[in-house]
């Protein structure tokens, strides 16, 4: 590619920051999928970012950080589509996870 321009590996020219999805997801019901092959449903309430602290509404803060460290409140533990475990408030270290994926809303 021209400029020492590079695809991304899926190919697509423009990749997403990942601090960004996780911003625009906050607070919504997801899947996240560790590296032990673990399965943890919940809703994203926090994400750690270098030192900043950036309020999201009234009595809630967000922190997001470049290692993707999150916390997920409502937290279960999913294994063959049973709950195994109920977690409460869980803290999830960014360098375990595989994937988040936003779950569409429960009604």
Same mark, same amino acid.
């Given at each position: 590619?021209?400029?020492?321009? $590079?695809? @991304?590996?899926?190919?697509? #020219? ?5 601090? #960004? !999805?996780? $911003?625009e ?11 032990? @092959?673990?399965? !943890?449903? /919940?809703?994203? &309430?926090?994400? =750690?970012?270098? +030192? %900043?602290?950036?309020?999201? %509404?009234?009595? *809630?803060? =967000? $922190?997001?950080d470049? &290692? ?10 999913? +294994?063959? #589509? %049973?709950?195994?475990?109920?977690? /409460? ?7 375990n996870?595989? &994937? ?6 429960? *009604?």
């Amino acid at each position: 590619m021209e400029n020492g321009e $590079s695809k @991304g590996a899926s190919g697509a #020219g423009d990749a997403r920051d990942p601090s #960004g !999805f996780l $911003s625009e997801i906050i607070g919504a019901p997801v899947t996240v999928k560790l590296n032990s @092959g673990a399965t !943890f449903k /919940g809703t994203i &309430y926090s994400v =750690q970012r270098s +030192h %900043k602290i950036l309020p999201i %509404k009234s009595c *809630d803060l =967000q $922190s997001v950080d470049g &290692y993707m460290n999150i916390a997920l409140e409502s937290c279960k533990e999913i +294994h063959n #589509g %049973k709950v195994l475990r109920d977690w /409460g408030d869980c803290f999830v270290r960014g360098n375990n996870v595989t &994937y988040i994926c936003a779950d569409e809303a429960e *009604d």
